[in-house]
């Protein structure tokens, strides 16, 4: 496949909706940005195949992550996995992703070095989640036991990336952003952390029906609640819900201030911070307690998702009525607005 096809056509296919954010950033930032993707979705794809041995997936993973790491290591084949695929485009990525590390390979030194860490990060965090996990079954729930291998778990799945973010930013576009670059690195990694602990509290009853429970252990069994018995109906657990929704908004919190401490010519940059945190605390705001058993992942529909990007595009140029898009967001969420500091347009 041409390469401009893989980062086209293809990730268009396997998610419109970071393709629409790649399309919005500079030029410079979107091979860098829209490789890695690909690269960190087809990881990802391996490690969720769930009809396929969790120690096959440990296997392949370990085998693409060699690949991407060292030119000598061959990309592993993947036709086992590929029949198992429900979305043709996933299976197609499985397919074509020995290109992508070919790409990867011929990419310029200082990109690939920043793709090659990122994605190290992130293949590890998969890992240590296969193996986690390896025998969880909906009776038999496993859960993470402390605070600590939550937040590592966001940050190698996620915050991992609001770091690799930030530095392609830097090493490509003109400006000083407000802080500095220790800080605005430790604000992207917050910012990562925060949109994984929306999904985490988005697909809880999901991971639970596999027999994971990403909520750790020491929170959750002094409320007496237990994911073997997740009735829903335990007010010392719906506390700790709270809980965990208060830790996922002050992280988006911090992704909002990462955003308002770039520079103003950054604007591209800063649209596509903006719309994974206002999406993300609209996916909030139906969890404000704890789902059900048996309900369904909380979607935003994609006629507010447009809104949002409309909203955003036409508030950019003003800071005053930007910081106020996003303050009332969290008025509808019912918390203290964030005073995120304004900048020159």
């Known amino acids: ?33 829209g490789l890695a993707y690909l690269l960190a979705r087809a990881s990802d794809t391996i490690a969720d195949t769930e009809l396929v041995p969790s120690s096959r997936r440990l296997e392949l993973l370990r085998a693409y992550g060699n690949a991407i790491q060292s030119e000598s290591a061959a990309a592993p084949v993947m036709k086992d996995l590929e029949k198992h695929q429900q979305d043709d485009s996933e299976a197609e990525l499985l397919r074509v992703c020995h290109e992508a590390i070919d790409l990867l390979r011929q990419t310029h030194d200082h990109n690939r070095l920043l793709i090659q860490e990122v994605l190290g990060i992130i293949i ?58 220790d800080e605005l690195e430790r604000l992207g990694i917050r910012f990562g952390q925060g949109l994984q602990m929306v999904n985490i509290l988005r ?17 959750w069994a002094p409320t007496g609640w237990t994911p073997q018995h997740n009735n829903g109906d335990n007010p010392a657990f719906n506390s700790l819900w709270k809980d965990h929704i208060k830790l996922a908004m002050d992280c988006l919190n911090d992704g909002w201030t990462y955003t308002q401490a770039l520079p103003s010519s950054w604007i591209r940059v800063r649209l596509s911070c903006s719309w994974p945190i206002l999406l ?15 309900s369904k992942p909380a ?47």
């Open 203 to 219: 697909d809880f009853q999901g991971d639970l029906s596999m027999g994971r429970c990403y909520l750790p252990k020491e929170k």
């Open 124 to 181: 590890s965090g998969q890992q240590l989640d296969l193996e986690r996990f390896h025998s969880s079954t909906g009776e038999g729930i496993i859960s993470l036991d402390t605070s600590d291998e939550l937040m590592d778990y966001a940050y190698r799945v996620a915050g991992c990336v609001g770091a690799f973010w930030t530095r392609v930013s830097l090493l490509h576009l003109k400006g000083n952003p407000s802080v500095p670059p």
């Open 299 to 345: 979607k935003v529909p994609r006629s507010e998702v447009y809104e949002i990007m409309l909203r955003t595009i036409v508030s950019s140029p003003f800071p005053s009525v930007w910081n106020g898009l996003y303050n009332r967001f969290l008025e509808q969420y019912q918390l203290p607005e964030h005073k995120a500091e304004t900048s020159s347009p």
């Open 1 to 33: 496949m041409d390469r401009s096809l893989l980062l086209t056509d293809l990730l268009s296919r396997v998610s419109r909706s970071f393709y629409l954010t790649l399309r919005v950033l500079p030029s410079v930032m979107r091979e860098p940005i």
């Open 280 to 294: 993300g605390i609209r996916t909030l705001q139906p969890l404000a307690n704890p789902p059900l058993p048996q």
